[in-house]
């Protein structure tokens, strides 16, 4: 292993450079990996400009949590992998000793940032994937077959994610028609996760035509661009006026939790996928009244990462047409760039520390 890499730091608010650092070692129970490809999340975007709770310091700090690459070492008690593996990751690593960790729930650890305590979280805690190497505890490290690459690879957390969102709101959606709020890559990956689910319709709710015809090729069943069409009356429409089983929040807009209240059924439920900067006006009277359930998802608990591979590899699902633009490391600066400007229409753009 070369004991020089190359890695993007966090040197300041906003001041991502290219650095040469030490490769890092894995620990008994980790894996060392070589990085082929990182996705760019907006929650990176958001930690560079205004520090996580319990982000290392600026000088120190790679972060990148949604990557994937190859097995290149592991550690003296690891025998479920061998260098050449080709892996995904997911970020959260819980305590395993806090309450929630004991019940699984480790996206949600009480110990959150206590690296004493054994908890990390890779790109937010502890170092991430914009890096050449990464090293990561086994129990956030998953197989991929030969049929995913390693963009699609990449994203795999942002399915994990969503599938640990149908499975905290109950997970049988068969029949059901849902509601999308917001074309972002979460919102996306949900249309294609209830049409993968056999929901019975799916409609999606956005502002920016290019993303709504990408929910279209997601397999969203009807398409509301809010700029040119009455957003309550269609989804009435589409519902006999009864509203939507399920209605899924991802715009992170302000409006959006009142938009879900009034868009769902009596009895139906709401999934928070986005979430607003500040406090929001929503009607919890009509909230309780019809019996109505707001659901939260933190991360990509309850092993979905896992179980997001098995529906890629099924085919039911393909994240390729999300990974719309790749750059080399030494280009993060385009690349961040190509992200938040949605250069060229950008939907996930991946920084590749390696050649494949
Ligand atoms: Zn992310
Ligand atoms: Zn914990």
């Given at each position: ?168 709101i ?7 028609k849902i509601v999308v709020i917001g ?20 409609v999606?709710i ?20 809010v700029?040119?069409?009455d957003a309550m009356e269609?989804v009435m429409?589409?519902t006999?006026g009864l509203g939507a089983d399920l209605i899924i929040e991802s715009s992170g807009n302000v409006n959006g939790p009142q938009m879900a209240i009034e868009m769902a059924k009596r009895m139906g439920k709401i999934l928070l996928l986005g979430f607003p900067?500040?406090p929001v006006n929503a009607n919890f009277s009509s909230l309780g009244k019809d019996n109505k359930s707001i659901y939260t ?60």
């Amino acid at each position: 292993m070369p004991i020089k890499m190359k890695a993007a730091v966090l040197m300041g608010q906003d001041q991502l450079e290219i650095k040469e650092v030490q490769t890092p070692s894995p620990g008994p129970q980790d894996v060392l990996i070589n990085v082929k490809a990182c996705a760019i999340c907006s929650s990176d975007v958001s930690l560079m400009h205004k520090p996580w709770p319990h982000q290392p310091p600026y000088g120190s700090f790679i972060p990148g949590h949604e990557y994937a690459g190859s097995v290149v070492a592991v550690g003296e008690k690891v025998d479920e992998f061998q260098p050449g593996d080709r892996v995904a990751v997911e970020a959260h690593l819980g305590c395993l000793r806090c309450r929630n960790c004991r019940l699984g729930n480790y996206t949600a650890c009480l110990n959150y940032g206590k690296l004493d305590k054994g908890h990390r979280a890779n790109g937010f805690t502890t170092n991430g994937g914009y890096a050449q190497y990464a090293v990561n505890h086994i129990n956030t490290v998953y197989k991929i077959p030969d049929s995913v690459n390693f963009e699609e690879a990449a994203l795999i957390t942002n399915l994990g994610c969503v599938l640990y969102g149908f499975e905290t709101i109950g997970g049988y959606v068969v029949g059901d028609k849902i509601v999308v709020i917001g074309p972002g890559p979460l919102g996306l990956i949900s249309v294609a996760v209830a049409k993968a689910l056999c929901a019975g319709k799916v409609v999606l709710i956005g502002t920016r035509e290019s993303r709504l015809q990408a929910g279209l090729s997601m397999g969203a069943n009807r398409i509301i661009n809010v700029n040119n069409e009455d957003a309550m009356e269609a989804v009435m429409d589409e519902t006999n006026g009864l509203g939507a089983d399920l209605i899924i929040e991802s715009s992170g807009n302000v409006n959006g939790p009142q938009m879900a209240i009034e868009m769902a059924k009596r009895m139906g439920k709401i999934l928070l996928l986005g979430f607003p900067d500040g406090p929001v006006n929503a009607n919890f009277s009509s909230l309780g009244k019809d019996n109505k359930s707001i659901y939260t998802v933190r991360g990509e608990g309850w092993a979905n990462v896992g179980r997001a591979i098995s529906m890629l590899e099924s085919s039911r699902i393909s994240l390729k047409p999300l990974a719309t633009h790749a750059f080399p490391i030494d280009e993060i600066k385009e690349a961040f760039q190509t992200f938040t400007q949605r250069i060229g229409g950008a939907i996930k753009v991946i920084v590749k520390p390696n050649a494949d």
